[in-house]
């Protein structure tokens, strides 16, 4: 995440040289000092893309001060032709008409500001070492080898709060194109509105000459206002960019420090819910959650800790608690409400077949999930269904797909693996069952 900042650094670099202009007032000239001072301009958290308007204004108006002060010293530019006339000025609009016909300022200020993608930006880090090597010093020579990959573009989950960084670091890459367009359609709005109102109050021959009402600054600032608000230029703002007052996560106890500086970037109040169970931590919990979340910056938590288990019947968990204790001692491991009736069986892989058979016999609903742990069938896929099994009522899943679901029957098959990460697999795959619990071990 922290090489984002140095990455966008790269390309907000001033030019060292100078850049002559060339206006039919006078020749200007943009020193190494005035195109620092242009791109020092932008106000600070302004996203790198939208700030390259607030660059070009600076650049105009260094410009506008120096043509103004040419003139003022009599040198050149414009003449009226009296010894004691006033010294003219050019008004700013006609100078950025010219400057945005210079096609060489407007590419020399593209490639020293260049507009970016969030998808480009990161996609160069993983293709480019000596770009990662500058934007991230921490990693050594075998950390930045292995971050490089042949297509830049072959995104991971773990690349998301990256991209997700750029983008916001970035902003929209047409802001500049659509702010433009609307400046001109309200301009145009505006005179086409000049234009009927002259016609109007023409034509008014009422004693009260009602239509010169239209000439009050008050109602022409409203109806600027409303073309502003209507012109259809105004894009379609990211519903899940937030800010939120209040963000409720689930499955927290998975986010990485990258992924919660995703949801913190939307929550600026800080106002959370959070639920999390470091029993279902696939990769591991170090420390209590106060620590957890002390590391990513919220350190005013309120803890409550679940201890009642509605869905699970005890049968079910007096299994699975010590799966998940052998791994972590301190798991919580809520006290289960009800009892089903129905003890926990176990066999073989090769049972699996009668045990569907046998279970949807008579049922009429409910539904099945076969989730496969280590051994056979750890890809899920690879175990079929017996023939007569209503295939709409069965899923067959990895843990880590069933993970936050419940079914009637569930049907664990295979031994798993050592670890932590296959004993938190099998646990979230043994507490999913709200009736009855299956163990099929690898023949």
């Not at 072959?154 to 802001?175: E, F």
């Amino acid at each position: 995440m922290a090489a984002i900042e140095p990455a966008v650094a790269l390309y907000e670099e001033p030019p060292t040289r100078p850049f002559d202009v060339a206006t039919p007032w006078a020749d200007l000239r943009l020193t190494r000092e005035d195109w620092a001072e242009a791109f020092a301009a932008p106000e600070p958290g302004t996203p790198h893309n939208e700030a390259r308007a607030q660059v070009w204004d600076a650049i105009v108006g260094v410009l506008a001060d120096q043509l103004a002060e040419h003139l003022g010293d009599g040198d050149g530019g414009l003449d009226d032709g009296g010894d004691d006339a006033e010294t003219p000025e050019v008004p700013r609009a006609a100078l950025e008409r010219v400057l945005q016909g210079d096609a060489e300022l407007r590419d020399t200020l593209a490639r020293a500001w260049p507009l970016l993608e969030a998808e480009d930006l990161v996609g160069d880090l993983w293709t480019v070492p000596a770009y990662l090597e500058r934007c991230a010093p921490s990693l050594t020579p075998a950390e930045i080898a292995a971050l490089q990959r042949p297509d830049p573009h072959s995104w991971t989950t773990a690349d998301l709060p990256l991209l997700d960084a750029a983008r916001r670091r970035l902003g929209d890459r047409d802001a500049e194109r659509r702010r433009r367009a609307r400046e001109a359609a309200t301009a145009a709005d505006r005179d086409y509105r000049a234009r009927v109102t002259e016609e109007l109050v023409a034509s008014d021959d009422s004693e009260m000459m009602i239509m010169s009402m239209l000439r009050v600054e008050d109602l022409r600032s409203s109806l600027d206002g409303d073309a502003d608000d209507t012109d259809g230029h105004h894009p379609r703002g990211d519903e899940l960019a937030g800010p939120f007052a209040h963000v409720v996560v689930d499955e927290a106890q998975e986010l990485t420090d990258a992924e919660w500086s995703m949801i913190l970037a939307r929550c600026p109040t800080r106002s959370l819910t959070i639920v999390g169970d470091r029993a279902q931590a696939r990769h591991g919990f170090d420390g209590t959650w106060h620590e957890r979340l002390a590391r990513v910056g919220l350190t005013r938590v309120r803890e409550a800790t679940l201890r009642v288990n509605y869905r699970t019947p005890s049968e079910v968990m007096a299994q699975a608690a010590p799966v998940i204790r052998a791994v972590l001692p301190d798991a919580n491991v809520p006290t289960s409400v009800r009892e089903s009736g129905v003890p926990v069986r176990f066999g073989q892989v090769a049972e699996l077949g009668g045990v569907l058979q046998a279970w949807f016999a008579g049922r009429p609903d409910g539904v099945a999930c076969v989730i496969a742990s280590g051994g056979a069938g750890a890809a899920g896929t690879a175990l079929a269904l017996p023939d007569g099994v209503d295939d709409s009522r069965v899923s067959v899943l990895t843990p880590e797909l069933a993970k936050g679901l419940e079914f009637d029957l569930v049907v664990l098959v295979g031994d798993g693996d050592d670890g932590a990460t296959s004993a938190v697999d099998r646990y979230v795959a043994m507490t999913r069952a709200t009736q009855e619990l299956v163990v099929l071990a690898d023949a």
